[in-house]
């Protein structure tokens, strides 16, 4: 089983900044992309950043140049630092990562998401 924990949303006034930190753990063969995705109320779920195992990261338009995601692969963990926060960005966070396990014996690829953390960001 794998289990992913989001953690460092919080309110914040405009301008200011926020970390979000996000550990996968269990039986984890090896991790693949991790991501952020957010979700404003009434508002469809929206991709925010992703990074691969190896090669370049990927973001949203709307948040270039002011996020940035990395990853720590020996704690499993990814991150996304969030600057010049704007009231538009308020929304829940959810991690998500692509990970290979072990089922029996056959090795799958599967995507496990978490429960998501909170940000408000304040005019």
């Known amino acids: 089983q794998v289990h992913v924990v989001e953690s460092g949303g919080g309110l914040v006034q405009a301008g200011g900044s926020l970390r979000l930190s996000c550990a996968a753990s269990g039986s984890i063969f090896s991790i693949n992309a991790m991501g952020w995705y957010r979700q404003a109320p009434g508002k469809q779920r929206e991709l925010v950043a992703t990074?691969?195992?190896?090669?370049?990261?990927n973001y949203a338009d709307s948040v270039k140049g002011r996020f940035t995601i990395s990853r720590d692969n020996a704690k499993e963990t990814v991150y996304l630092q969030m600057n010049s926060l704007k009231p538009e960005d308020t929304a829940v966070y959810y991690c998500n990562v692509n990970v290979d396990i072990y089922i029996l014996t056959v090795r799958r690829r599967m995507d496990y998401w978490g429960k998501g953390t909170l940000v408000t960001v304040s005019s």
């Open positions: 990074i691969p195992s190896g090669g370049s990261t």
